[in-house]
Nanobody, 124 residues
Framework: QVQLVESGGGLVQAGGSLRLSCAAS????????MGWFRQAPGKEREFVAA????????RYTDSVKGRFTISRDNAKNTVYLQMNSLKPEDTAAYYC?????????????????WGQGTQVTVSS
């Protein structure tokens, strides 16, 4: 069993930045890949970014490329999502998740454990 706790969400103006954190506990953090998803009201959960166990491979959805950066610190059992140049359309609950797999990262069903989410609201 892995427990995931997200933090760092909040209210920010368009163009601003936030850094989300996801702390893992329980069974070993490694060698799992980690992902971030988001879900806005009335919409399906959407893939945002993912990172391999060693951090050498990352993947992003097109809408956040160049603005968001995923990273991880395995010594701290934590994965991060640095979000810059935020837009109102980035407003959503953000969730982190773990997966044993190294393919199909954008698919939510690939992931084994999920956090409870942290809210990000971007005002225009």
């Amino acid at each position: 069993q892995v427990q995931l706790v997200e933090s760092g969400g909040g209210l920010v103006q368009a163009g601003g930045s936030l850094r989300l954190s996801c702390a893992a506990s329980g069974r070993t953090f490694s060698p799992y890949a980690m992902g971030w998803f988001r879900q806005a009201p009335g919409k399906e959960r959407e893939f945002v970014a993912a990172i391999s166990w060693r951090g050498t491979s990352t993947r992003y959805t097109d809408s956040v490329k160049g603005r968001f950066t995923i990273s991880r610190d395995n010594a701290k059992n934590t994965v991060y999502l640095q979000m810059n140049s935020l837009k109102p359309e980035d407003t959503a609950a953000y969730y982190c998740a773990t997966t044993r797999y190294y393919t199909n990262w954008p698919i939510a069903g690939t992931y084994d454990y999920w956090g409870q989410g942290t809210q990000v609201t971007v005002s225009s």
